[in-house]
């Protein structure tokens, strides 16, 4: 599989992905918020690879069905339904990996604040524009749009966490990062942004 994350804005997540699914157990059980090139394909490989069960949701039909079409994998489901029931849809099951990346943010904080005290991992993309909307987490240092990363405190809503930056130059004038946060397992990973071409796991 060709990775975007270098050039796609809308990627620059991949990295990190990659590294966290290594971290599960066969048969845990993944939950993509939101349809994307970036993150869909990708996770339907990795689930494949692992031996981990995925559900994918969004509230745009088109976008599953391309999906849900091109994705044949029996590992892999796929759920069209409103950005209000994300969190309805999915109650009673036992997420270790919350993957937040829905096209509504104020989605993506429901959704954040809600799993954050249920999933053992939450991964949120594009997480530099909750601080700066005075959202959650305390901003330390502002990102320097193309050129530094920022610094952002997010106790306020994991044990452990880290943001990740994609290397410069940045496909967006943010990188934009990734954040990673746990209320229940101190994890270190060190995503590997050197992989282009093909996963190498």
Known sequence: MRLIYRNNEFATHQPVLIELVKLLKPESNILELGCGQGSTELLNLLSTTFNLNLLTLDDNEEWINKYSTDLKNNRHSFLLTSFNSF?????????????????????????????????????????????????????????V?????????????????????????????????????????????????EVQDLIVI
């Not at 809503?157 to 397992?185: A, H, M, R």
């Open 87 to 143: 969190i309805d849809r999915t109650k009673g099951f036992n997420w270790d990996l919350v993957f937040i990346d829905q096209g509504s943010w104020d989605s993506r904080e429901e959704c954040l604040m809600y799993y954050k005290d249920k999933a053992k991992f939450i991964v949120l993309h594009d997480s530099d524009y909750y601080p700066g909307n005075n959202r959650f987490g305390k901003l330390i240092k502002p990102i």
């Open 145 to 193: 749009p193309n050129e530094v990363p920022g610094e952002v405190d997010y106790s306020d809503v994991f044990k452990y966490y880290k943001e990740f930056y994609p290397p410069l130059p940045w496909p967006g004038p943010s990188g934009p990062p990734t954040l990673v946060g746990s209320n229940f397992v101190d994890f270190d990973i060190s995503p590997n942004y």
